[in-house]
């Protein structure tokens, strides 16, 4: 080869300059768009978290006041607390820099405040109203575990030798599940749109109960399969439904509370339907009626649907679905009914709809909602943790025990009376136990509470599976029902109440109801696998087997909470922008760090630190030239 000694012309010199430059102008110009598109994406939060945040006093009277004319709301009393409410929305807890209320509207406010559960009487019927729903769907889920020892039989397909009954088994127990991830959950947003919160908790609750009645008078498995199939119209849109009615009703200070008490209910409704199996195996075919014992059980869960039914509407609607319809006196009406004061209901109306107001000016250019949630980032982090902690939230197990103990307890070898009282005892452990997390929950925190019982959970499902050997009937039966409880015990203070509460807080509020949306239909469709498939799985692989595939996934889930799981306890919206920023390497990298810190210093006592993932921001400006080391300045991080 030939080698040229020619040097580059100036046109050639200056052809390469002139291509450099424009991709260097054509890559600031990209760079320049998504800046913006970033830019406009982080002040979203901020946006949300208080679009009143910069307002001055007059103004905020005078938005108020403009408010109360333009949708018609009252007359002068009614405009005064729209002043008022206008500015004690910017901050509630300012309430006393407020110019012109009166001694009465100060003392509700302060009330309101220092005694939160302090409500009026029609908002404790909403927490009963959001309550007795919680406890239809626990019912409508467990009344079949007893039932099933008595219908599987007589319908034909208790055969666990034969693949084609294991099978039909799984699929009659597992349809309004299978509903729910496929076909309820999706109805929620219309019927929201066309019969308000109110009528579809009615038409749920009345699908409950015609699909419980309906149960109870099937003859065959298709027919079983078809009336539980039903029952999945109830119970998917009531389960996305009752909570977002229950945070469109409740003051702040009691909201997150409410939140936490829908797994505590249905945990209560769950102890019910064991109950109503226990009640009812004693009663005897009579009046030529075959399994009127199991007919009675399945119908039993009807009763608080029926109830839910005719006291819902003695409940207001919810005022934002008003607003949503453009009914803003209604709104208004409906709120007067649920504060003591009119003052109170302007704040929250207001705020409510200044807050609807900056989700609608919210548009990110260029995206949809849903890609949003895979493409940015941020909003992908909260998803992958979302969907880990409701996917662990049926592989942990505890659906197999709600859903099937009595046929396992049976397997090791209890009676049918003793294996449905058994099934009653971790009914009310998984109650009681749930109460708790009301507390633990916010001190010591999502993550926490699941790093620490999920390696808990994986050993009591290892003791309980591997109890199926042991020889003595006695010491059998004890084991076994000593894992199941034990395994209780710790499921309800954490996996239990964490993935909805982790989930309805780690999305961006412009996307959170698609991302919860997303979420409610993971747990069905997970619901729906573990059901179907438990009766294969128990007579391929024997309880023992069964009960070892799911610890099994609980020691999974040990690893995927420490690496992709961050916490999120007490963080404003802005914090956890911050705390979802960080890459999902970096946070995996930090969580074996972690272990290995746990292990140095509580296992082999060794003296260490642990870094810090995140720094908040007024830490990181505060730094300036002083670049002192911060054991000199008298505290260790």
Not at 159 to 170: K, M, S
Not at 207 to 230: D, L
Not at 428 to 445: K, S, V
Not at 478 to 504: K, N
Request: hydrophobic residues 45%; aromatic residues 14%.
């Amino acid at each position: 080869m030939v080698e040229s000694d020619r040097s580059p012309s100036s046109d050639e010199i200056t052809n390469v300059e002139h291509d450099t430059r424009n991709h260097s102008v054509a890559q600031e110009r990209r760079s320049s768009v998504v800046d913006a598109k970033e830019k406009l994406r982080s002040n979203t939060n901020a946006k949300l978290a208080n679009p009143l945040a910069y307002e001055t006093p007059e103004e905020l009277r005078q938005k108020g006041r403009t408010y109360a004319k333009k949708h018609f709301v009252g007359g002068e009393e009614d405009i005064r607390a729209f002043e008022l409410g206008a500015c004690l929305a910017q901050d509630p807890l300012k309430w006393d820099k407020v110019q012109g209320l009166t001694p009465e509207e100060r003392a509700v406010l302060e009330k309101e405040m220092t005694s939160r559960w302090s409500q009026p009487r029609l908002m404790y019927l909403v927490i009963i109203l959001c309550s007795t729903c919680a406890a239809v769907q626990g019912m409508d889920e467990t009344v079949v575990n007893g039932a099933q020892v008595f219908y599987l039989p007589q319908f034909g397909i208790a055969d666990t030798e034969d693949q084609r009954q294991v099978w039909l088994t799984g699929l009659v127990n597992s349809a309004p599940y299978l509903c729910c991830a496929f076909i309820g959950c999706w109805l929620t947003v219309p019927f929201n749109n066309v019969f308000g919160r109110r009528g579809t908790i009615f038409v749920s609750c009345l699908f409950s109960a015609i699909a419980c009645f309906w149960q109870a008078f099937t003859n065959s498995w298709w027919g079983m399969f078809i009336a539980r199939f039903a029952l999945g119209f109830g119970i998917g849109p009531k389960s996305a439904t009752v909570p977002v009615f229950a945070a469109e009703t409740t003051p702040p200070a009691i909201r997150g509370a409410l939140v936490m008490q829908w797994q505590m209910w249905t945990a209560f409704g769950i102890m019910v339907g064991y109950a109503a199996d226990l009640a009812f195996f004693p009663v005897t075919d009579r009046y030529q009626v075959t399994g009127l014992n199991w007919r009675l059980m399945m119908g039993s869960a009807m009763l608080p649907a029926v109830i839910v039914c005719c006291f819902v509407f003695m409940c207001p609607e919810s005022p934002r679905w008003y607003m949503s319809k453009g009914r803003h006196y209604k709104a208004y009406e409906s709120m007067v009914r649920l504060r003591y004061n009119r003052v109170q209901a302007a704040r929250d109306i207001f705020y409510m709809n200044t807050l609807l107001e900056a989700e609608e000016s919210i548009v990110i250019q260029g995206r949809f909602k849903i890609t949003e949630l895979v493409v940015v980032p941020r909003n992908r982090r909260a998803m992958l943790a979302s969907e880990i902690v409701m996917f662990l939230q049926q592989f942990c197990g505890v659906n197999v025990i709600a859903y099937y103990s009595t046929t396992l307890f049976i397997d090791g070898g209890f009676s049918n009376q003793s294996a449905l009282a058994a099934s009653f005892g971790f009914g009310i452990i998984n109650w009681l136990f749930a109460i708790p997390a009301i507390y633990t929950i916010d001190t010591f925190g999502r993550r926490n509470l699941l790093l620490t019982t999920f390696p808990l959970m994986s050993l009591f499902l290892f003791f309980t599976a591997f109890s199926y050997y042991i020889p003595n009937d006695e010491a059998r039966i004890g084991c076994i029902t000593l894992g199941i409880y034990l395994f209780g015990i710790v499921y309800s203070p954490g996996e239990g109440p964490v993935p909805f509460t982790y989930s309805a807080e780690a999305y961006p509020l412009y996307i959170r109801s698609l991302g919860m949306s997303l979420a409610t239909a993971t747990t069905w469709f997970f619901n729906f696998i573990l059901s179907v498939t438990l009766p294969q799985l128990n007579a391929a692989f024997t309880p023992t087997g069964a009960f070892g595939w799911y610890a099994g996934w609980n020691f999974i889930g040990i690893w995927l909470i420490l690496l992709f799981v961050p916490e999120t306890k007490g963080l404003s919206l802005e914090e956890l922008d911050q705390v979802f920023s960080v890459p999902t390497h970096t946070h995996a990298a930090w969580g074996i760090k972690s272990f290995m810190y746990f292990i140095k210093r509580y296992i082999l006592f060794q003296h260490c630190e642990l870094e810090e993932l995140y720094t908040r921001e007024e830490e990181a400006e505060d730094v300036g030239y002083d670049q002192t080391p911060e054991k000199e300045k008298g505290h260790v991080r």
